[in-house]
């Protein structure tokens, strides 16, 4: 009730009461909207659902597709998830609106999970792709010359075979928070929602360094620690499985951390991770692996989380033959998954390891005798690139036992390789495809039976 009869107090008050109902009217109004533009974005979008597809080595770009698909699908829009090497012509030529979110290796190359997309599809010139709308999402770190190397040849190529791009390429530089909300806030723009699903990467938990020491003393190599982390405050130990990785935040430098693989299982009780000493050229010390192996003190604390690498996990291939093979710190990797074996009484196994002089390089000798004694580790071959019988490396090795590794896999085996990229990796990758064939490989590759860890 308006206990006046004054025109002007009364004029004012009706203004002041229309000036509140509107503010009170706009969020409504907001929403109105965006469920207007949603609709319009649905009814643009077809009935085709659209692709989310990621190349992925360690992780990042999958964890992003899935939250890249979940976003779609809250906000209405039918997708589906996939990697990038299940992707044919034919879907590339029907496919109305792809998101692709891809990282890069090696020299601006795809990840594994993209080889094969990037050998057979992107070499092709003939594929008219004008009915294509598509956004690319690039991971890469700066710290590499060709960065994001892989994702803007994609974008590229896309471009030049008249697919549309629905907003320019976003660029990640080592998974920077900013870039993925740009990522994001564009998703939602096309979207046409605003709610969103969380996308906030895990927190880093408190955990303490428990034990360590040197594997390799006396090494003419870099020194290597066997480092023992458990919760802080004996905490609960999480849930991980053999393949998996930790990030830790280093304290000099914790807007990187650092990705090291894990090389034990939760019955061990502690993450235990192998960590070589860095040396930059003028011989100061990497700042994480100086930290970790050199400053930090028994019982410090260190910000550590764990990261699933599905890529690497023993997954479908739990009950058949294993050939491990890696070089240097990538024992940790290996070793994570023979001791899944151990526990699972999982026995055939053979691991194929390199380094440098067995006098002092030979990390878990003793471990690796009683697997062997215990009959859980059938074979083992070491290559000693200084050896007393002169240079030779986990590729020589293969090679030489190119019978065994053809019945090994003739028996389902499948390959894990866990090690440098640089050498190791390739050459292994070399003398596979000379055994087995390079078809063979790829289909090993792609059924999941051929699996990587490298950096
Ligand atoms: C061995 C190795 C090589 C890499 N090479 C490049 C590169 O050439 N250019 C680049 O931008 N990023 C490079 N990166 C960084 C990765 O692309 C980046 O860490 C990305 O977030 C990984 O995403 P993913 O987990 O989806 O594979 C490299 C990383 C590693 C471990």
């Known amino acids: 009730m308006i206990l006046t009869n004054d025109p002007t107090r009364l004029v004012l008050t009706v203004a002041m009461l229309a000036a509140y109902g509107a503010v009170c009217l706009q969020p409504w109004l907001r929403a109105r909207r965006a469920r207007a533009d949603a609709k319009a974005a649905r009814a643009a979008a077809g009935d085709s659902p659209w692709l989310v597809a990621y190349a992925s080595q360690t992780g990042n770009a999958e964890l992003l597709a899935r939250q890249t698909s979940e976003t779609l699908r809250v906000a209405g829009i039918a997708n589906h998830l996939c990697e990038f090497d299940e992707i044919d012509a034919a879907t590339l030529q029907s496919a109305e609106r792809i998101l692709f979110l891809a990282s890069t290796y090696g020299e601006g190359d795809a990840p594994d999970a993209g080889a094969r997309f990037a050998q057979r599809l992107m070499a092709r010139s003939d594929l008219a792709l004008g009915q294509l709308h598509y956004a690319v999402l690039a991971l890469g770190d700066s710290a590499y010359s060709s960065f994001c190397g892989f994702g803007r040849t994609l974008d590229a190529w896309l471009a030049a075979r008249g697919a549309q791009p629905l907003f320019p390429r976003v660029e990640v530089d080592r998974s920077a928070p900013p870039a993925i909300a740009a990522w994001r806030q564009q998703l939602s723009h096309l979207a046409g929602t605003s709610d969103a699903p969380d996308w906030d990467a895990p927190a880093f938990d408190a955990w303490r360094l428990a034990e360590r020491r040197q594997l390799n003393p006396g090494s003419v190599g870099a020194p290597i620690y066997h480092i023992e982390l458990e919760p802080a405050d004996g905490g609960a130990l999480p849930h991980w499985q053999s393949g998996d990785l930790v990030q830790i935040a280093a304290p000099a430098d914790p807007e990187r951390p650092r990705e090291y693989s894990i090389a034990s299982i939760p019955a061990d009780g ?123 490396y986990v590729q020589d090795l293969l090679l030489r036992h190119a019978e065994t590794v053809r019945s090994w896999i003739a028996d389902g085996a499948a390959l894990y390789v866990c090690g440098s990229l640089e050498g190791m990796a390739s050459g292994v990758d070399q003398a596979l495809t000379q055994i087995l064939g390079i078809d063979h490989i790829a289909e090993l590759s792609r059924s999941g039976r051929y699996r990587r860890d490298v950096y």
């Open 270 to 392: 502690r993450v235990h991770l192998l960590v070589r000493l860095h040396r930059h050229g003028d011989g100061s010390h990497g700042l994480a692996s100086g930290w970790l192996t050199q400053q930090a003190r028994q019982g410090a604390p260190v910000r550590l989380r764990l990261r699933e690498h599905r890529r690497f996990r023993l997954e479908a291939n739990a009950e058949r033959p294993l050939i491990l093979i890696g070089n240097g710190s990538g024992i940790a990797g290996l070793r994570g998954h023979l001791k899944a074996r151990a526990a699972a009484g999982q026995a055939r196994n053979w691991l194929l390891f390199g380094e440098r002089d067995p006098g002092h390089d030979a990390f878990y000798h003793e471990e690796l005798e009683a697997w062997q004694r215990q009959g859980l580790l059938p074979r083992l071959d070491r290559a000693w690139s200084r050896g007393p019988d002169g240079k030779e």
